[in-house]
């Protein structure tokens, strides 16, 4: 009857709205509203006959108990026999049977009974006689007790039982856009998430018979969940890569390509993930089950590529603490070379290099001169990486409440730091020269294709896509909350935080160029000098004397006065202090911030503090991505096996399986802490990373523009923009409909097609630390390595087709495994599951 009213009524308005003139979107939302304030009121009135009959239930058994005490003061009554009464008798009806023994009151129990017949018709005709017949199974000592509850617990009962009624009002928002209704067992299992836990004796039962299943915990506020996802975007590998592209890649010209592969692929694919992970509200593993069984396998494969990723993260942080300690000396250990021992000489392997990039490779990582130079663990680097990960445990100590309420302190803290660096390297010599690069148009870089490839992966590395962190800490964000914004919001701050980086980065190293430029003009003239007192040159070669104010201007326009015989011969003697080449000579990686910067902040006065500030910088940055990083390792961890849902506190027992994670990530680092670490951690972030990550985010953007119940690319937007606007209220932009379907897929496509044969084409070396020469110098990577990342890559993609070779063998379908029905998330689903009936339709839930 109701379906039929129902129909009618959609029918009716859809013929008045088609008459008014109304749009189709117009004429949906209308439809929307008017079906939500159809639930509205059934929810009241269910709540309303429920609230009925249990007072009336209980001043029936009031009733009684007073006529019982009445009927064994007169000795006229017979007592009913309690004990006959079988076990699955209703409790309603027991109520009624001592009433009618007692002579002259039968008029008043029939009339009792009518009324409850009819309230129970009632109750069945709301769907709500699930609850009432939970009394059947109480024994009677347990009715006795009940009876004996005093007035104002009951009233906590019925306040209690109101409350989750609301609760259940206010969902049906998101159950209005289904066409068929909620059965009763989930109503009632959801109202049980909000009510007071069983007897002892129940749960006992209920446990042997039913699943308790997980409730997802929620962030406090928006504000937290913003800074984590912010401060997991800034990763310290991704800020000095964007100034390595920036410096040699167009300058400005880099900087609009980026920003349009942002606004079209970044965002888009990042509201994707943040829109996945809190409306289905399930980990990076389990969403995409959900979203098709077909791409289930991407889950696992994010998974082992974010395991892999935090392990060599973190090593940097390793690095930073290292530096730190050494900081709080003066002068500052890499300034000035070491002395040998029982002696006043300088090192001889420092003195033919500078002391900064001795003490990187020397002295921090004892780095062997080839990788196939094994070794055990550096066992200074050991005891910062054990101090880096009782850091990140600390954080991490309390679940969510405690990592929103560090990222509340460390997510600003940077900008505070680099604010400091900005403001005083625009005071330092050479600032100018750094700052008119950074302003550097070329117009050539907009038609490289290898600039826009370049670009595309660096917007998947610096929003953290694929990995699946963005995934997992979205899906404890609440579903009503429109992520559109969110993902504006993060997208945005993580490009002011990389120009704020690169502009400050661009004007220190104008200043370090500058610096060694001077440096290298005055050791030219004491060269000449000498070589003129030794007469092997004339005294025409003879530099001018005045050196201090501007060295390498005075010394460049000297030399190019010099007739063209003696400039010949000078030139043999001397090396060239080109202020342009030495700027360029920055090189990517590690070396950029822990050789060029810190031989910087040696030249700056108060270098002591500037040492100390930039490495809390690094360290800040480093702890807060790896935060987020292990969010995506341990939620996973935690929906998937039951041992890690029985405390959201990660240290309060010290079995916890979230501590057996960190220890053993502990032992697998010891790896890259080994002298050859440094080589592996080059071979992983520079070559193998990036053909995972995004291979991976063309499955994720398939398995929503496609999979999920997408019927007609060009009329119809796919199901999942359908069911956001549903929950947010509002229909989402069409715009995103056409990145999502069109322009995502083809862009991936071509980043993937591009880097596989830059990668192919591509001689694969590092850079290693040639101990004899005590220089840097350019290496193959041996045929074996090559295997091993092969062979790596191989293993992290094998669960893709391995669930697509099972789906393909079982039949399953390629769309979403809950079409056309309501996906139930973790917050709605039921804490006891009931085994399914044939006229209940029973959700999938992974």
């Not at 059934?42 to 058994?61: D, P």
């Not at 409730?215 to 975007?233: A, D, F």
């Not at 910087?600 to 991505?625: A, E, N, R, Y």
């Not at 998937?640 to 057996?660: A, E, G, H, Q």
Request: hydrophobic share 45%; proline share 5%.
């Amino acid at each position: 009857m109701r379906r039929g009213r129902r129909e009618r009524l959609r029918r009716r308005r859809a013929l008045s709205e088609s008459r008014a003139g109304l749009t189709r979107p117009e004429r949906a939302c209308s439809r929307n509203r008017e079906l939500e304030l159809y639930e509205n009121q059934k929810c009241f009135l269910l709540f309303l006959s429920r609230f009925l009959a249990h007072s009336i239930v209980e001043h029936l058994k009031s009733q009684q108990k007073v006529r019982v005490a009445e009927a064994q003061r007169t000795e006229r009554s017979v007592t009913p026999d309690m004990s006959s009464t079988q076990e699955g008798e209703h409790p309603l009806e027991r109520a009624g049977a001592a009433p009618e023994s007692l002579p002259g009151m039968e008029t008043e129990a029939q009339a009792s009974k009518s009324s409850l017949t009819n309230l129970s018709t009632e109750i069945e005709f709301s769907e709500n006689l699930h609850e009432i017949k939970s009394w059947e199974d109480k024994s009677t000592a347990n009715w006795h007790q009940m009876l004996r509850v005093s007035e104002s617990q009951a009233f906590k009962a019925r306040v209690l039982k109101a409350q989750a009624w609301e609760i259940q009002a206010s969902e049906a928002h998101r159950r209005a856009s289904q066409t068929r209704h909620t059965s009763v067992l989930e109503m009632d299992a959801t109202q049980a998430l909000k009510q007071k836990p069983l007897p002892e004796k129940v749960q006992a039962t209920e446990k042997e018979k039913c699943e308790i299943l997980f409730t997802r915990p929620c962030w406090s506020n928006k504000i937290e969940y913003i800074l984590t996802q912010v401060g997991y975007s800034m990763k310290i590998s991704s800020l000095w890569h964007f100034f390595i592209l920036w410096l040699h890649n167009g300058g400005c010209s880099f900087l609009i390509i980026y920003i349009l592969m942002l606004f079209l692929v970044g965002v888009p694919l990042l509201f994707l993930e943040m829109a996945a992970g809190q409306r289905i509200r399930q980990s990076s593993i389990g969403v995409w089950k959900v979203i098709s069984a077909w791409i289930g396998g991407v889950g696992y494969t994010s998974f082992m590529v974010c395991f892999i990723t935090g392990l060599y993260l973190n090593v940097i942080n390793v690095w930073t603490l290292f530096y730190l300690s050494q900081s709080f000396q003066f002068p500052v250990p890499w300034e000035k070379c070491p002395l040998l021992e029982n002696s006043s000489d300088f090192d001889p392997e420092c003195a033919r290099t500078t002391p900064s990039l001795y003490f990187w490779y020397r002295l921090t990582l004892k780095a062997s001169d080839r990788i196939e130079d094994g070794g055990s663990p550096v066992f200074s680097l050991n005891l910062f990486l054990l101090v880096s990960w009782c850091l990140i445990g600390a954080f991490m100590i309390n679940g969510l409440k405690s990592t929103g309420k560090i990222m509340l302190v460390l997510v600003p803290a940077p900008y505070f730091i680099i604010l400091c660096f900005l403001f005083r390297s625009l005071l330092l010599e050479g600032a100018a020269f750094g700052f008119q690069h950074l302003m550097l148009v070329k117009i050539s870089a907009m038609y490289n294709m290898n600039v826009w490839c370049q670009a595309g992966n660096q917007v998947l590395f610096a929003l953290g896509l694929g990995l699946g962190p963005v995934v997992s800490l979205s899906s404890h964000m609440y579903p009503s909350t429109n992520c559109l914004s969110d993902a504006l919001i993060v997208a945005l701050v993580n490009l002011f935080t990389m120009l704020l980086v690169t502009s400050f980065s661009f004007c220190v190293l104008g200043f370090w160029a500058t610096v060694i430029t001077h440096r290298c003009s005055e050791k030219n003239a004491e060269t000449l000098v000498k070589l003129v007192a030794m007469g092997k040159l004339p005294l025409e070669a003879q530099p001018p004397p005045n050196l201090t104010a501007n060295p390498t201007s005075v010394f460049n326009s000297w030399l190019n006065s010099l007739p063209q015989p003696i400039k010949h011969m000078v030139f043999g003697y001397v090396t060239e202090c080109n202020l342009e080449k030495q700027f360029l000579k920055v090189k990517e990686g590690p070396s950029f911030a822990f050789v060029a910067f810190i031989e910087t902040m040696s030249f700056i006065p108060g270098s002591v503090f500037w040492s100390i500030l930039f490495f809390l910088l690094l360290l800040i940055l480093g702890l807060i991505s790896m935060i987020g990083i292990m969010q995506g390792i341990l939620i996973p961890f935690q929906n998937t096996f039951s041992s890690f849902r029985k405390s959201t506190k990660l240290l309060t027992d010290p079995m916890f399986p979230p501590v057996v994670v960190f220890g053993f990530m502990f032992l697998c680092d010891l790896f890259f802490t080994r002298p050859s670490g440094i080589y592996y951690i080059r071979l992983l972030s520079e070559y193998w990373i990036v053909l995972p990550i995004i291979i991976t985010i063309i499955l994720e953007n398939m398995a929503v523009g496609w999979a999920y119940g997408a019927r007609s690319l060009v009329s119809l937007p796919p199901r999942f923009l359908e069911d956001l606007a549903i929950v947010w209220g509002s229909p989402a932009s069409a715009i995103i409909r056409w990145l999502w379907c069109f322009l995502c897929p083809i862009v991936l496509v071509a980043l993937f097609v591009i880097t596989l044969i830059h990668l192919s084409l591509k001689s694969i070396t590092y850079v290693a630390w040639d101990s004899s020469s005590s220089k840097e110098v350019l290496r193959q990577y041996p045929s074996w390595a090559l295997l091993v990342m092969i062979a790596l890559f191989l293993i992290v993609i094998l669960p893709i087709p391995t669930y697509f070779v099972y789906c393909l063998a079982h039949r399953i379908s390629f769309t979403s495994t809950s079409q056309g029905k309501p996906i139930i998330s973790f917050k709605s689903l039921p804490l006891i599951q009931p085994k399914p009936s044939k006229e209940v339709h029973k959700e999938e839930t992974l």
